[in-house]
């Protein structure tokens, strides 16, 4: 079976692995000797609202039921708890944030995208209390396994604001299309993690002389069920591993990382394709090579090292992986499709990122681009943290109007106007974000 097939919907999951799918929809655990589900008020409530209304017989509903309200609907589910991202597949769940609900200035945990390459482990055999690191590779000294607790006692605790955004974030617009998620510009996010720095720890393994790379290892299940398969295992050459913002993460926001974001630990290097912040991380190795992980070679996660023309095939060494991601932003306010009085003032805002570079200036355009005017942009929190930026504009008249926003890194490269270069697999799509605004 390859992974398009694999990829299916509500029905597909819950016939596959009830107990599972009770888990991602709804929070619910089943007691496996009475088979009956229990669900957490939150989970009640998520239940509830897809429904339509409070269902007394709750209690009595048995575990891995979809409710017929459901099972009857060709409507894709919502995410307990994130309500309002577009859920772009279920299996794996993968779902975006629409650009009006990015607004915060700190991503909340209800509105930060999921990507899942495979499937979660299961939370309830999820525990934090006994959980492992496990620090080997070619090129570390002494091999150590760490718990959580361990990891908080040892190391100097760091809490920054990252953000992450998935390679493929953008793709929908590529053509000829590329495979995968059509994700459109919701796969971003910029929460605070807090944790320890990734260096600390290999450190204190010891790093030999010969380190290229580490590569990670998560506790994800594999679509196809089988154990042996790896989901995903990427990882960051040294330069990106000892920097000061790579961290081992166990809190997002001051809570725990939610289950879908990587519970009970995550590494987090900010401003590279998401894909290198391995989610429900057990393992570090630090590699005398390139990493070769699963997704780290072939066409994922790469680019043509030279450009090449739409729809080109190009062989596998002629891609080259993609490291800190190009700078780009998004309108987070006011939401696209607004009308509003001409002539008045119409405040825009939103947030600007540049990869491992801070952003330099942002500009805004009310004429598909023919004139700019600049907004005002604040510093980063801390480096790798998307940056804020605001304007004020006037519709001269009444029609229809779209705001754009453009940003420019700390070394002058923009954001281009329309898409960048394409690419087989559709990544690194940073062209200008757009909203509808009708001035009346
Ligand atoms: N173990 C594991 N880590 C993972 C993934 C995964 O499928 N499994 N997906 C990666 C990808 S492609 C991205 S973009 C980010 C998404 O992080 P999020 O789901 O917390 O938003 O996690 C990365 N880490
Ligand atoms: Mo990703």
Redesign the pocket.
């Known amino acids: 079976m390859n992974d398009k097939q694999l990829e299916r919907g509500i029905h597909a999951l819950y016939a596959q692995d009830p107990q599972q799918a009770d888990w991602l929809v709804w929070g619910r655990k089943v007691d496996p000797t009475s088979r009956r589900g229990f669900l957490k008020k939150t989970g009640l409530l998520a239940m509830s609202a897809a429904v339509g209304a409070h269902i007394p017989f709750w209690e009595k509903m048995p575990g891995g039921l979809i409710p017929a309200a459901l099972a009857a609907s060709p409507e894709p589910f919502v995410i307990p708890g994130r309500e309002g991202l577009r859920v772009l597949n279920d299996r794996?769940i993968n779902a975006e944030t629409p650009a009006h609900l990015l607004d915060d200035e700190v991503t909340p945990a209800s509105r930060?995208?999921?990507?899942?390459?495979?499937i979660p482990p299961v939370e309830a055999s999820v525990d934090p209390a006994t959980w492992t690191l496990e620090v080997a590779g070619e090129s570390c000294q002494t091999p150590m396994n760490f718990t959580i607790a361990e990891l908080k006692a040892r190391f100097a605790h760091r809490t920054y604001q990252l953000q992450?955004e998935?390679?493929g974030n953008g793709r929908a617009e590529f053509n000829p299309p590329a495979t995968g998620n059509q994700w459109s510009t919701g796969?971003v996010?910029c929460p605070t993690f807090t944790g320890v720095r990734l260096r600390d720890v290999l450190e204190a393994c010891g790093i030999k002389e010969d380190a290229v790379y580490v590569g990670y290892y998560?506790a994800?299940t594999h679509l196809s069920g089988d154990p042996t398969k790896v989901?995903?295992s990427r990882g960051v050459p040294m330069a990106k591993a000892l920097r000061d913002e790579t961290l081992i993460a166990w809190a997002m926001n001051g809570e725990d990382i939610p289950a879908?974001?990587?519970h009970p630990l995550r590494l987090v290097a900010g401003g590279w394709?998401?894909?290198v912040?391995?989610?429900?991380l057990k393992k570090i190795v630090i590699r005398n090579q390139e990493h070769d992980g699963a997704k780290m070679t072939g066409h994922s996660y790469r680019v043509p090292c030279t450009p090449v023309a739409p729809g080109t095939e190009v062989p596998k060494e002629n891609m080259c992986i993609i490291e800190s991601m190009p700078v780009k932003s998004l309108v987070t306010f006011p939401k696209s499709g607004i009308t509003h009085p001409q002539g008045e003032v119409l405040a825009v805002r939103g947030h600007a990122w540049a990869g491992d570079l801070e952003v330099a200036e942002v500009f805004v355009s009310i004429d598909f681009g023919a004139t700019w005017q600049k907004a005002t942009l604040r510093r980063p929190v801390n480096p790798i943290a998307w940056q804020h930026w605001q304007a004020e504009l006037r519709l001269p008249e009444k029609g229809y109007f779209e705001v754009w926003a453009r940003a420019v890194d700390s070394q002058g490269r923009s954001q281009p106007m329309v898409l960048p270069g394409w690419n087989p697999r559709g990544y690194l799509n940073n062209a200008c974000h757009r909203i509808a605004v009708k001035a009346v």
């Open positions: 794996p930060m995208f999921v990507r899942n390459n495979g992450i998935c390679g796969a996010a998560g994800d989901v995903i879908l974001n990587g394709p998401g894909s912040s391995g989610k429900w």
